[in-house]
């Protein structure tokens, strides 16, 4: 059985940083693709970020192009989503997900239960 497991969040001032990690168990890490998912109060859950097993490839969401940046330890079967210059409106559950590619939830197989980052202004 495949088991993400996000950690990482917590609360931060606007323009702070904070640092999420997701482990992956149970499937072949370094063959996975891993995205990073968000879902604020009130909201429909929004993709954020992507980033193919070989690290090469990644797609990132317009709203946080030059503050995010993803990257992966496949030693570890971690994933990293570093969160720069954060605004209050990033304030929502992030999720990881696995197993499939691309902006879409239904391209995801499998999902972690999330961790809550709550920025403040």
């Known amino acids: 059985q495949v088991q993400l497991v996000e950690s990482g969040g917590g609360l931060v001032q606007a323009g702070g940083s904070l640092r999420l990690s997701c482990v992956v168990s149970?499937?072949?890490?370094?063959?996975?693709?891993v995205g990073w998912f968000r879902q604020a109060p009130g909201k429909e859950r929004e993709f954020v970020v992507a980033?193919?097993?070989?690290?090469?490839?990644?797609d990132y969401a317009n709203s946080v192009k030059g503050r995010f940046t993803i990257s992966r330890d496949n030693a570890k079967n971690t994933v990293y989503l570093q969160m720069n210059s954060l605004k209050p409106e990033d304030t929502a559950v992030y999720y990881c997900?696995?197993?499939?590619?691309?902006?879409?939830?239904?391209?995801?197989?499998?999902w972690g239960q999330g961790t809550q980052v709550t920025v403040s202004s």
């Open positions: 997900a696995a197993g499939g590619w691309g902006s879409r939830e239904t391209e995801y197989d499998y």
């Open positions: 149970g499937r072949r890490f370094s063959s996975t693709n």
């Open positions: 980033i193919v097993w070989t690290g090469s490839t990644t």
